[in-house]
């Protein structure tokens, strides 16, 4: 599915990192937030966490490392990774990263 | 209004100049499309377009030379301007610039 149908848009974007990162709120019918982004390539970028997180990437590559993890794992198109709430990752984009971030 | 409801919207971003420029495209409820994005500051960027534009600036701050005017002029939040079809416009944003683009 190329496009989330019947949600609201919050017209401000939401810009981290100097705009390394840009991301879109999105709410669904049922009243679920999601938000779509972009990460540009890179050096290494930590997130935090309130909420669990799914991240859906849709383009793209990156390298992720939870938090209290010792080691890297790469994702690309088609791929998801989970960050618990009240964590962190670090995410090194290697090629544009377009995602789904799914919460809760 | 904050937020575009009961729209749909293209889960892949737009990503210009080398994300320099971010958006994301929508799909109204009668069929009408218009993006959300982000232009990053730094260095004049030139945007070709091919509709006739208007760009809604909801934060932020610019300046915009519009193709065959000999002066630029600024605009910040909750100003507008209009960019012909077919035409090109030059834009150096000072200060992170969010906007709603209207096709048409």
Same mark, same amino acid.
């Given at each position: 599915? =190329? @496009?989330?149908?019947?949600?609201?848009?919050?017209?401000?974007?939401?810009?981290?990192?100097? *705009?390394?990162?840009?991301?879109?709120?999105? #709410? !669904? +019918?049922?009243? $679920?937030?999601?938000?779509?982004?972009? #990460?540009?390539?890179?050096?290494? !970028?930590?997130?935090?966490?309130? +909420?669990? =997180? #799914?991240? =859906?990437? !849709? +383009? *793209?590559?990156?390298?992720? @490392?939870?938090? *209290?993890?010792?080691?890297? @794992?790469?994702?690309? +198109? *088609? @791929?998801?990774?989970? $960050?618990?709430?009240?964590?962190?990752?670090? #995410?090194?984009? /290697?090629? /544009? !990263?377009?995602? $789904?971030?799914?919460?809760?």
């Amino acid at each position: 599915m =190329e @496009q989330f149908d019947n949600v609201s848009v919050i017209k401000k974007a939401n810009v981290y990192f100097d *705009g390394r990162c840009v991301s879109h709120s999105l #709410i !669904l +019918a049922d009243g $679920v937030r999601k938000s779509v982004g972009v #990460i540009l390539p890179g050096a290494t !970028l930590t997130f935090n966490t309130g +909420a669990p =997180e #799914i991240m =859906e990437v !849709l +383009a *793209g590559q990156c390298s992720v @490392q939870l938090k *209290g993890e010792s080691t890297a @794992q790469n994702y690309g +198109a *088609g @791929q998801s990774f989970s $960050v618990p709430g009240d964590s962190a990752f670090d #995410i090194t984009v /290697t090629d /544009t !990263l377009h995602y $789904v971030c799914h919460f809760g």
